[in-house]
């Protein structure tokens, strides 16, 4: 029988039961946190996981390659690099501007064929063009075809083949290697513009074109959306098509411009909803961690010193006829493309200043 006093013992009791509450209520609010934790660890893994199938059925489509989960992870990590393919210290990529596959009119003939040559060390690059009518021997094809016709030989067999057809033929007719292509519709070119919310494009010439109800765009900074900006690239019939040829390399040094000043290498996010939304209107032979390079490569590149150049029929190595069809074409000066091999090879070497052929 114990010796303290009835009322003690009450109390003592009523202590050690409240003590009892207390420990319930924390446990309960340990396990009431726990699982609130839990279901956010969970829900953040559901759609991290969803986040990431989207970023690597993206890529895949992009890079028309069955990349694997590590590729993805290697493309988006920031510590993993994947040096660009080179030869004597230049990466050369094939740029290709077409209306769309889905276009009745000649979609996958490329209207734009450009090369941009990027010297890595001296982080400058050099935009060439193409003439579109070049007469040409088309890699795997019998007989000749004007060279905008190489992307979509190849297209016909197969999609993925279109930009490696076209890869092949340019390494032939101008004996430099091309170690990458990157075929844009226009579409995706008006979304791009869209999406950096505008370019300022400098104009060298004022453009007239009626067939785009009444498009005018005068000398000097101009001032561009995505619509305009297209139409500025593509208009053709009230000029040439070296004079496009030229607005289209106008309007890529203003993209790099644009891109440049919002800081787009440095915004995976940015690059992301950017590849999200032009998914079936651009296409790279780059592998996934190539892509992500190549975005470091555009960053370091001085735009002021990117050179531009465009080969034309008044050079000293093109000249134009017509073929046993009656078509228009651009041939070489002599029997073959050797004095244009010779001039893109002197140009590439050159540290002197390019004025851009009209």
Do not use: C
């Not at 489509?61 to 990590?77: G, N």
């Not at 010297?119 to 060279?147: C, F, H, N, Q, W």
């Not at 070119?189 to 869209?194: A, M, Q, R, S, T």
């Amino acid at each position: 029988m114990s010796d303290q006093p009835e009322e003690q013992v009450k109390r003592s009791s009523s202590r050690k039961s409240a003590r009892k509450k207390k420990s319930k209520s924390r446990h309960r609010t340990v396990k009431i946190i726990g699982a609130v934790v839990l279901l956010f660890l969970v829900g953040a893994g559901i759609v991290g996981g969803v986040v990431f199938r989207e970023v690597h059925n993206t890529v895949n489509s992009v890079t028309e390659q069955k990349a694997s989960i590590a590729d993805t992870v290697s493309a988006i990590s920031p510590w993993a690099r994947s040096p660009l393919n080179q030869t004597d210290g230049r990466t050369n990529l094939l740029i290709l501007g077409m209306r769309g596959q889905y276009d009745d009119n000649g979609g996958l003939l490329t209207d734009s064929i450009m090369i941009m040559s990027i010297d890595r060390a001296e982080k400058t690059a050099t935009l060439i063009s193409l003439p579109r009518d070049m007469y040409v021997s088309v890699s795997g094809y019998s007989g000749k075809y004007k060279l905008n016709r190489a992307h979509a030989l190849g297209a016909q067999e197969q999609p993925s083949v279109g930009v490696k057809t076209a890869m092949q033929t340019v390494e032939e007719v101008t004996d430099l290697p091309i170690h990458y292509g990157l075929r844009v519709d226009f579409i995706a070119f008006e979304e791009i513009v869209n999406q950096l919310g505008g370019i300022t494009v400098n104009v060298e010439k004022p453009l007239i074109d009626e067939n785009y109800g009444g498009l005018r765009v005068p000398e000097g900074q101009v001032d561009m959306y995505g619509e305009r900006a297209r139409k500025y690239a593509q208009s053709r019939l009230s000029t040439s098509d070296f004079d496009r040829s030229r607005r289209q390399r106008e309007i890529v040094k203003a993209i790099k411009r644009e891109m440049e000043h919002q800081e787009v290498f440095s915004n995976p996010r940015f690059v992301f909803n950017l590849m999200q939304s032009l998914e079936g209107n651009i296409k790279t032979t780059m592998r996934p961690q190539e892509v992500k390079e190549a975005l470091s490569v555009g960053k370091d590149i001085n735009l002021d010193n990117m050179r531009t150049k465009g080969f034309t029929t008044s050079s000293s190595v093109l000249t134009s006829t017509n073929n046993e069809q009656g078509q228009y074409i651009i041939i070489p000066e002599g029997k073959s493309y050797e004095g244009l091999q010779q001039e893109i090879k002197r140009l590439l070497s050159s540290t002197e200043e390019v004025t851009v052929s009209e």
